[in-house]
């Protein structure tokens, strides 16, 4: 089955650039969308097809997808941006599959 | 306002059943594939199955971890999308979210989430 690896934390100062990965095999071969999740809280469709954003998404945030790996990028981060962020493909073999998530901190 | 709503979540003892309602307001329900998520308690979400829309035969296909137990269905004339659950399993216990699926598998409208918890 397709596996997605995320790292489990990422850490960034307020106004700083955060990058979120998502490895696969060939995942430049697949769409990636992203997901922002608050505690309690349903996901939110963040970056779509690789790199679109849904309409009232800032355009901080950003998405790329080359080879192996997905970038989730969030520029001048914001205490509002503190959440996990799950990375999701659909895969032929495994059907839809999400990475493990990564909770973003501000400090 | 487009919105989804889920309900009928609750209390189940292991090898019963349960169903789930997902109610679409604000857009055209029937031009639209559904999908099932759930997560369980601390952790990651995880898909459950979706329900492609009439246009598409209204095909299903389900994750392997619920295969032959859950099955999904939809209502049109009343906006609903349902997943009716049998054989409950102790590691079913999770909140179960709708979706919408805008295009090729990006959920774009997610509903609030319903809570199942099996338990004897």
């Known amino acids: 089955s397709y596996v997605l690896t995320q790292p489990p934390s990422v850490s960034v100062a307020p106004g700083k650039t955060a990058r979120i990965t998502c490895g696969g095999n060939?995942?430049?071969?697949?769409?990636v969308h992203w997901y922002q999740q608050k505690p309690g809280q349903a996901p939110v469709l963040v970056i779509y097809?690789?790199?679109d954003r849904p309409s009232g998404i800032p355009e901080r945030f950003s998405g790329s997808n080359s080879g192996n790996t997905a970038t989730l990028t969030i520029s001048r981060v914001e205490a509002g941006d503190e959440a996990d962020y799950y990375c999701?493909?659909?895969?032929?073999?495994?059907?839809?599959?999400f990475g493990g998530g990564t909770k973003l901190t501000v400090l | 306002e487009v919105q989804l709503v889920e309900s009928g979540g609750g209390l189940a003892q292991p090898g019963r059943s349960l169903r789930l309602s997902c109610t679409a307001s604000?857009?055209?329900?029937?031009?639209?594939?559904m999908s099932w998520f759930r997560q369980a308690p601390g952790k990651g979400l995880e898909w459950v199955g979706f329900?492609?829309?009439?246009?598409?035969?209204?095909?299903?296909e389900y994750a392997a971890s619920v295969r032959g137990r859950f099955t999904i269905s939809r209502d049109d004339s009343k906006n609903i999308a349902y997943l009716h659950m049998n054989s409950l399993k102790t590691e079913d216990t999770a909140v179960y979210y709708c979706?919408?699926?805008?295009?090729?598998?990006?959920?774009?409208?997610w509903g609030q989430g319903t809570m199942v918890t099996v338990s004897s």
């Open positions: 097809y690789d790199s």
């Open positions: 060939n995942i430049g071969s697949k769409s």
């Open positions: 979706a919408r699926d805008e295009s090729g598998g990006a959920f774009d409208i």
């Open positions: 999701q493909v659909w895969d032929s073999s495994s059907d839809l599959v």
């Open positions: 329900i492609r829309s009439k246009d598409y035969g209204g095909a299903t």
């Open positions: 604000g857009f055209t329900f029937g031009d639209y594939a």
